[in-house]
């Protein structure tokens, strides 16, 4: 995984109206859970920014007034109107195994694609869960044997180490005929 630091400052006060008033100074509410004890504290809102809009996967490094801890994002809740974050919810990596949606990147030559195909994307990431150690940041999706008509499937990546989530029957990528082959 890619690491990202956010640097942050505890809270004295939990509630709707401070929570109001950080927003208003351009910083995120948020809180650490999955440790010894929970950690609430407010970031400022673009340090955000790398975590949230990129296909990547993170470990993030929250330095908290001093105090250094492993996390991952696990939730983030947005304004329904103007899309702005609200909140944002932290998992501490443990020893215990976590839960990770990796993005997928494909490698190879598709001979369906050479013949006129085209490839469709079904699933952008897969779910993932291990050790932080093992989750990669990114699984390679091999697409040279994909004719036209034929899908790669979650049962045929292999990942070392770490536990794949996603229906084993569910489709990756597809290799759509298109309409002037069809016939053929």
């Known amino acids: 995984m890619k690491k990202l630091e956010i640097v942050g400052f505890k809270r004295a006060n939990l509630g709707k109206k401070e929570s109001k008033d950080l927003r208003a100074e351009a910083n995120i509410p948020a809180v650490l859970y999955g440790g010894a004890n929970q950690v609430h504290f407010y970031a400022p809102a673009i340090l955000f920014r790398d975590l949230l809009f990129t296909p990547d996967a993170y470990e993030v490094t929250l330095n908290i007034e001093g105090d250094i801890y492993r996390a ?105 005929i298109p309409r002037s082959l069809r016939g053929k």
């Open 72 to 176: 991952i994002l696990q939730d983030t809740q947005f304004h329904p109107v103007n899309d702005s974050l609200l909140h944002a919810d932290f998992l501490e990596i443990t020893d215990k195994p976590i839960k990770v949606n990796v993005p997928l990147k494909f490698v190879g030559n598709s001979p369906g694609v050479q013949k006129g195909g085209k490839l469709v994307q079904k699933l952008r990431k897969i779910t993932l869960r291990g050790a932080a150690e093992n989750i990669p940041d990114a699984v390679e999706v091999n697409i040279s044997h994909l004719d036209l008509g034929k899908s790669v499937r979650v049962s045929e990546v292999k990942v070392e180490n770490v536990e794949i989530l996603n229906a084993l029957a569910l489709p990756i990528a597809t290799i759509d």
